[in-house]
């Protein structure tokens, strides 16, 4: 549901930016190219047989990069998430979730929250509205 060029907003930064999302290798994989003021990445998506969960590898211009892995949850939603060491909180992890729903009018949700406590609170990071382009 999410191959395509799409035009995206922000809901919480009031930001646009566009991303197009292309199938791989006859279909084992995706890949993601992300583009809006001051940032640009991309990702390399792939369902791993052997532990039966998404994998996505994201870098950006930033020097970001970041490791997601989940997969689909009891409400059809796909949630991925990545564990990394905070910057600000030397001891502590990061858990960055994203979580992308299709909605009924096709359009597409990515929404992302950051957890620094093991998952128990989060706060968000961005609320993207993804609508087709093509």
């Not at 532990?51 to 490791?67: F, L, P, T, Y």
């Not at 600000?88 to 979730?97: A, C, I, L, N």
Request: proline share 4%; charged share 25%.
């Amino acid at each position: 549901f999410w191959l395509g060029k799409w035009n995206a907003y922000d809901r919480l930064a009031k930001t646009p930016g566009t991303s197009v999302i292309e199938s791989l290798y006859n279909g084992c994989g995706f890949r993601e190219s992300w583009s809006e003021d001051g940032l640009t990445g991309g990702s390399i998506n792939a369902y791993l047989a052997a532990d039966g969960k998404w994998h996505q590898i994201w870098v950006d211009n930033r020097g970001g990069i970041r490791e997601f892995v989940g997969g689909p949850d009891a409400q059809g939603r796909m949630v991925m998430i990545a564990r990394f060491p905070s910057q600000r909180m030397p001891g502590r992890q990061v858990w960055d979730r994203m979580t992308f729903s299709k909605e009924p009018d096709g359009r597409v949700r990515q929404y992302s929250d950051a957890s620094t406590d093991e998952g128990a609170t989060w706060t968000p990071l961005y609320d993207n509205i993804y609508t087709r382009a093509d």
